[in-house]
């Protein structure tokens, strides 16, 4: 069986697992204390270009966003994000749970536009309603599309001139920021947001998710958040590790064009083949349609996640590339279809 | 600098960096859903001797105790623990975060007893009042000291008596189950709890924890929680292989007995040459007695965590051995004193 | 000025005073332990043909949606309602900041269909999403409307079939059991809805509104989650007292009965001047369109809530009719008109 | 039956009742959004002396404190309080649901102690504790003793010394400031504390509290946080009439006065019968000890609260005066005594 389900399904780069190995018998201080996290944050603020900003390493995504979010709103504040959001849909609640409304909206690309954001400002307009105070939004989105620079400007315009906070998640930033028509730098990302973080566990990492806090109001006390939502890992090196490996040259990105190269193949490949898309999506997710009877039939030699059929008849699958899939893997599935 | 400090400064016992290394570039479904992790979960079962447990593997201890507390309580009932347990004074409120108060009585020697048990049912006698609903312990305890099987068959007996579900905290029960004046087998456990967890982290792992429920009410749905408090890890299987290659034979406990003997040269070192202790434990913590001088001087040389002094002018510092200390660490701290 | 604004402008009718008044000097226990709390909740048990039901009195709406979606869900499960629903739009997120989603869909003329819920069943798949568990809907509905008794039979079989908890916010229950078209009896409820609330508020109380539980798997302990949740009102007698005096005849339904003809005349004299309405509601509150022209000059005398405009540039307003409500103000809009 | 149980066994004032009934076909704006509202807050201005506090009528004790709780405290701070506080045992963890944690300490008197303070701040060193941040006290005490006004200077200077807020629960504030012995002003309390509410309630109101907030920290958005919290009743006005009422001229403090007067004579009538007490206190709550063959006789006759017997067999009883409680009610007591 051959792997497209997921950019998770392996263990970690090889680089990672020296790492891990080499460092081994180190002895340090833990909960993120040590050398090494030090270490990966400054590598981190250098390629960010930016010292001031704030860093955390964190075990998961899920964790990431419910710890930053319940620690920066009020009781009485709300998250926005489209209705696609991994937040809205994939995290049983977990935003919920803290407390927090998430109000969401249609997307159109998977993303949210700031006419959407002012409409939500005005319509909660008084404390009978929630208070609109975080845009949350995805690079890649949660259908692959990425946000350009112009976009995430104009949002971060309506947030400002509204006071809402504008957080990324990055749990596939790295496929973002190298995928074809990109023009987003890595550093401009401390310019248009107040805070995101660097996805490791869809990027080679065996695990972890650098968060990187810049705007100061959402600074203070943060560890106590991650300590009380669980996530104060013992051996916090070891996320600090990875970091380190890869942000020590530039192997996170290269991982990542790497990544998004072999699902530009596989896009390309299917396409002359006469197949259509759900979406157009220049990251390592694609979604081609196929009839339900072709599904059926790569079901038997791919691992891939189906959705509900179209209207139409047509099935889309969800086609994911990894640090792991080889020109064979692409090579065998296009010579399949 | 010398680690006595935690039994989490080092990397992973060298059998399981080998596991993760070999098993590196195998592609499985995520979130514990693997191969490596229902083998694990075997594996753990038949050493319980009961085929009937539920087991979740967990990514640390603090994100254990607030998934699982908040799962099985209802919104006004309560965990009960000694005061000095670790949800009580170092999870930064993670269950109260989570919705439930924590009753806490004073503990002897780190334990708490039936009788305290039966007064706070008594005194928790109306709907003004919470529900005590859960008893919260810990083995070894926070100051290292161990249950025996009595303690823990009164406790039960008291417990079932009045509705209350038992659930262990096992960060070192391993330590527990190999210290010296333990009569509790491993098979015991599943017929004295509710639920426990068999501690990974502080035991040779690079990370994770494995919880097992036993009482079927306690069950249902538990990958929801797991998921909404942001314990679902995407590589699940990393856990997986390493219960797997700790319980594919005797390591987890060989470890932990290892572990233990070097403490007890430790404690026995110190008490030879004059000193006392805080409490008397016989598993890997030791809380030994020095004045601040020696204390100072011992600084130099060992990192150690030291308490406030005692009313008599002594110092307690805590001495943590793991499967990372070594006949030298130990010698060269005796003859230093 | 008069006030058509809503249906709480108004202290209660002269009986709730007269009532109070009556039973002022009266030493009872509190926390609705007393005698007109017992001898209300007969009288309501015997109106509703149910001896089995559960009463609580509680001090306001959504108080009582709060405390009871908090008390049936565990954590990772939702409740269900149309977008207009108040627990969406206008409890400033109270249901979330218990921990729960709220999951939403759009209502035709506020209400929810069977195959809305079906299709939310279908979607929420597994564990990484939440699951709906309970489905909120207002009788009127917030718009107005009233459902029929094939449509709740309709609803309540989809629930029972996938294991849903159905509840309904009874805050204009009163105008909706008198409303003309409607064909739900008092006595119905019990059979149809697994929980619902009685509201007082709305009609004519001072405060207050008495939650009935159906189903006993929602009874249990059911006085500590009023607690916790701050609603244990130390003269719960005030509520008790209201309700007595309410049911010992057919004092509530009468006076909603009136409030809906008051209603009605208004309604239909501004049908019969060529008006329209942004929907039909046959209950106490009603939804006509005027030019913002006529809005503007409404409001130098009349107290009302006007809508955004329409894309046709009418402006929605609404009038609500309340016990108060006397045959002079209708007249006196309609002539104005 | 002769009630001694509470001060919330009979309704309200006579004056309460007739404000209520004179202003009955009043129509207002809803919330505490009327000018009934507007002017209580005025007066209660006025009386404090102080024009910039915040005010917000609420409906019971227990929604107060945990709506201003979870207000001002991020998710890790946690509120202090002596071990006999409301918030502590009889709210059913009332705070704990909104997610803090009630650090509690032993009262001595029924009050906490500003090197108790000390103590917990210097516990709680870092992230992997709560952080106190809020002083919950009472006055009068749950155990009818009072502060003096030395003793709340020095917990105000300790708590800003340490950041940390202090808080009143005032539920008899009124027996408080009227009790013998006592020597704050009420005009003293704006510069001694962060927050309090003025207690109606348990002072011959039907119901109602009122909120004062004097921080201005503190006062951000908080009508989001009462609504959010099921505490923004329809008919907010009910509760500003009742404080227009005792606070247009003194009665409020007199009702008070006359109430503590009652408790006087029976607690020196006790006395001089020879019996002792539990505490000695100056409020309306008394707690005589006597055999339990007398407590089973008094029990034929009067309502009270009996507590668990003590080591010398004596059961304290509690004894409450109220608003209702009369010459004869007092005369009765002490010649059946």
New interface residues.
Partial sequence: ???F??D?????H?RI?EA??R????????YFMDAHCEHAAALIREKLGDSSVDIHFM??????N??AI??WL???Q?AVSVDTGHIC??????I???????IHVPGKDGKIRPEQIERIVEEHED?????PKLLYLSNTTEIGTIYTKSELTALRDVCRANNIYMYMDGARLGSALTAEGNDIAFTDLTGLLDAFYIGG??NGF??GEALVIVNPALKE?F?????????????GR?IGIQFEEMFRDNLYFDLAAETNAYAGKLREGIREKGYSFMVESPSNQIFPLFTPEKVRELEKKY?FYPYLPLDNGLVPIRLVCSW?TTQEDVDSFLQVL
Avoid: C, W
Wanted: hydrophobic content about 40%.
């Fill in positions: 069986m051959i792997f389900r997921s998770y399904s392996a263990g970690a090889p697992i891990l190995a460092t081994n018998y180190e002895h340090t201080d833990g075990v998961g995504g899920t964790i990431t419910l710890t319940s620690a009020r009781p009485y709300a849909v994939h995290e049983t609640g977990a919920e749970a803290t407390g927090h409304k998430v404390e009978h309603m929630v208070q566990t869809k065996l695990m006390d560890r106590f958040m991650i300590k009380q939502r669980g996530g104060m890992f013992a051996k070891l691992f792991a």
